[in-house]
């Protein structure tokens, strides 16, 4: 097998081309760098975009050298990577279309960071688990794969839990309530724009305020701040906080690339600009266009929404966005995730991400308004989650997903919310039906179809 799918998700041709182009380049910290050589993606017939990783080598890197032991060289290129995500945290709209480059290029910065942060934490966790050995890696590893402090997502929920009791308290006058919306809008609203849906304003924070989360079970949020390891020696310490500052970095970076994205369309859109035809084009037609430029034809940027496939091998990046084009690709690199789902299946295993038995009626989410559709007891099913679904997960009983591991969006979110959660299954969007009678064992990483 040349390539495997590792994420599948409702993003743009721009956003794809911006990560393609930056993984290329790569990102270089200090004498510390990072790029990948080889990196493939595609739209087909679907408004989700794979990305597969190639299955040889691919990766170059050299942080593996700065974790001999422990050394300021690391810590000041975590310092760097937390800095660009504080300043790019605050980028608010602007009114030229200029401006837009800028938003763009920080997007594209902040994503292939984040890829990068998650590569630099398993690599880390490599050289932990070979120091202290498999077994006690065990014992402590859902405490080590935390973020060392809170992330903006994990604080928009402390907010507004701690605004929900005060409302089901009698605390909030009505004007309370309001202006605790509104603020919460400001700060955490952009989280819900992702890629291509809409902030949160202050009508949704009041929302969820006065509706409040009926589940039994309390929403736990943390980082792994609630953990010690002062009984493990220098080294070891050195390597738990370096996987955990990693893991901020690569949560946080989804939140700043999220704002970069949000920021952008804004300024769109405040230049009376439609965003869906620039998100469509290619890096290379963007940055035309920007510096005053003609826009491919419509109809080469219609058939993106459905058709759209970026390739880059050893270097070279080639960008497709035919039909014809599309399914010589699939062909080419003998793809397979696109064939017509096999019938008769009757459960599905994946990979537990946070243990529990639950049963409840399937609802698929494949695009942002599927997200509405979700009610209480679901078993949400999405072929990766997003900050964006969060509404929808604090209704659902459990989730699972195509793609994942230990530190995708659903694990995480799972392990804060105290949910059973299912990853990596593969085919759990192409199986499942909407309404189907399901049961989640996250305690062996088995779906059950019921009826």
């Keep these: 097998m040349k390539w495997i799918n590792i994420i599948s998700r409702y993003t743009t041709p721009l956003q794809w081309s911006a990560q393609i182009h930056q993984i290329q380049e790569g990102i270089t910290v200090g004498p510390i760098f990072w790029r990948y050589s080889k990196r493939l993606v595609i739209k087909y017939k679907s408004p989700l975009t794979r990305l597969f990783a190639y299955t040889g080598d691919s990766l170059e890197t050299n942080i593996q050298g700065y974790l001999k032991e422990p050394n300021e060289t690391v810590i000041r290129a975590l310092e760097v990577s937390e800095t660009a995500i504080e300043q790019d945290l605050q980028l608010v709209p602007a009114v030229s279309v200029s401006s837009t480059r800028h938003f763009y290029n920080r997007f594209r910065y902040e994503m292939s960071q984040m890829i990068m942060a998650y590569n630099f934490a398993l690599i880390t966790r490599e050289v932990l688990e070979q120091h202290i050995g498999s077994e006690k890696l065990k014992d402590i590893d859902k405490e080590v794969m935390q973020p060392y402090r809170d992330t903006t997502f994990i604080l928009e929920n402390k907010e507004l839990i701690k605004a929900q009791r005060a409302y089901k308290s009698g605390k ?55 953990k010690s390891f002062s009984n493990y020696d220098e080294y070891t310490q050195w390597l738990i906080i370096t996987i955990q500052r990693w893991i901020y970095v690569f949560d946080e970076s989804k939140n700043a690339l999220v704002r970069a994205n949000w920021a952008l369309r804004e300024t769109l859109h405040a230049l009376k600009i439609e965003d869906q035809p620039i998100l469509n084009c290619t890096e290379e037609e963007f940055l035309e266009w920007v510096s005053g430029g003609e826009l491919p034809p ?43 789902a096999e019938k008769g299946v009757t459960e599905l295993r994946g990979q537990a991400a946070f243990k529990g038995v639950v049963k409840g009626k399937v609802r698929l989410v494949l695009s942002p308004s599927d997200v509405e559709k979700v009610s ?43 949910k059973p959660c299912i990853i990596g299954t593969k085919k759990a969007t192409a199986v499942l039906k909407n309404g189907e009678e399901v049961e989640v064992d996250a305690t062996i990483g088995v779906v059950k179809i019921i009826k």
Excluded at 199 to 218: C, F, M, N, Q, T
Aim: glycine share 8%.
């Design 172 to 226: 909030f006058t009505e004007k309370e309530g309001k202006d605790c919306a509104e603020n919460l809008a400001r700060k955490f609203g952009f989280l819900h724009a992702e890629y291509a849906g809409n902030p949160w304003i202050a009508a949704d924070y009041l929302r969820e305020i006065v509706k409040g989360h009926s589940s039994k079970k309390e929403i736990h949020t943390s980082s792994a701040t609630d």
């Design 298 to 340: 419509r109809e080469i940027l219609n058939s993106r929404n459905q058709y759209y496939a970026a390739r880059l091998w050893e270097g070279k990046i080639e960008e497709f966005s035919t039909q014809a084009d599309i399914e010589k690709i699939i062909k080419e690199e003998q793809i397979t995730e696109f064939e017509v």
């Design 376 to 418: 209480e007891g679901d078993i949400l099913v999405a072929s990766m989650t997003t900050p964006g679904m969060i509404q929808g997960m604090r209704k659902a009983a459990a989730f699972v997903t195509d793609e994942g591991g230990v530190l995708c969006h659903a694990a995480i979110v799972a392990r804060e919310f105290k």
